[in-house]
Every structure is written in structure tokens, then in C-alpha cells.
Nanobody, 125 residues
């Protein structure tokens, strides 16, 4: 059973940066794709980015690619999401997830099998 624990969220002023972390344990996550999603109340989870753990290959969704950077540290079993030049519209709960799907470009939340509890990001204007 894969377990994921996010951290790194918080309150930040617009224009600032945050690095979210997701510590992964258990299961065969090293042969899986992992992703970041975000969700605001009343809306569906929005795909942000994914990474293939074994190769480090990356894929980004609709949020501006030049402000988001996904990465992973194999030695620390940790995936990261760096968000730069934060905007108020980036405010959301950010979730990390693991997908058994072989497709790195899978953006559907229902294609992800394990989820963390989420970390809140709030950006003030």
C-alpha cells in the first residue's frame, strides 16, 4: 500500500514562491507515475503536473508551465512541486498522487490510485 504525505503549504504573498513536498512510502511507486493536483471548493481537482519516477520524465497541465516545476529525489522518496511568482488564483489544496497507469500524460484524477491528504496553499494579494 502506497502512502503519501504532503507538506510545504501555507500563506504567502503574491509574487512569492513555495516548494511543496510529497514523501512516498510503500508499494511499487518507483515503477509508477506520480502527479500533483489542486482543488478549490466547488470545483473538480485540476491536474498540475506529473513525473515518471523511474526516468524523471515530466508532463505539465494547463496551469502556466513556466511557474511550476515538478521534480523528485529518489534518495529521499520525495516528490516536489516548486511554484514561483504565486498568484491569488493559485490558492487551493494541493494533492500528490500515484497512478498505476502507464501514461505519463494522464490528467484525469480517477486514473490516480493513491492520494495524500493535501496541503493548503493560500496566496494573498
Amino acid at each position: 500500500q502506497v502512502q503519501l504525505v504532503e507538506s510545504g503549504g501555507g500563506l504567502v504573498q503574491a509574487g512569492g514562491s513555495l516548494r511543496l513536498s510529497c514523501v512516498v512510502s510503500g508499494g511499487a511507486f518507483r515503477t509508477s507515475n506520480m502527479g500533483w493536483f489542486r482543488q478549490v471548493p466547488g470545483k473538480e481537482r485540476e491536474f498540475v503536473a506529473s513525473i515518471r519516477w523511474s526516468s524523471g520524465a515530466k508532463y505539465y497541465g494547463d496551469p502556466p508551465k513556466d511557474r511550476f516545476t515538478i521534480s523528485r529525489d529518489d534518495a529521499k522518496n520525495t516528490m516536489y512541486l516548486q511554484i514561483d511568482r504565486l498568484r491569488p488564483e493559485d490558492s487551493a489544496v494541493y494533492y500528490c498522487a500515484v497512478s498505476k497507469s502507464p501514461y505519463l500524460t494522464t490528467e484525469r484524477a480517477d486514473q490516480y490510485d493513491y492520494w495524500g491528504q493535501g496541503t493548503q496553499v493560500t496566496v494573498s494579494s
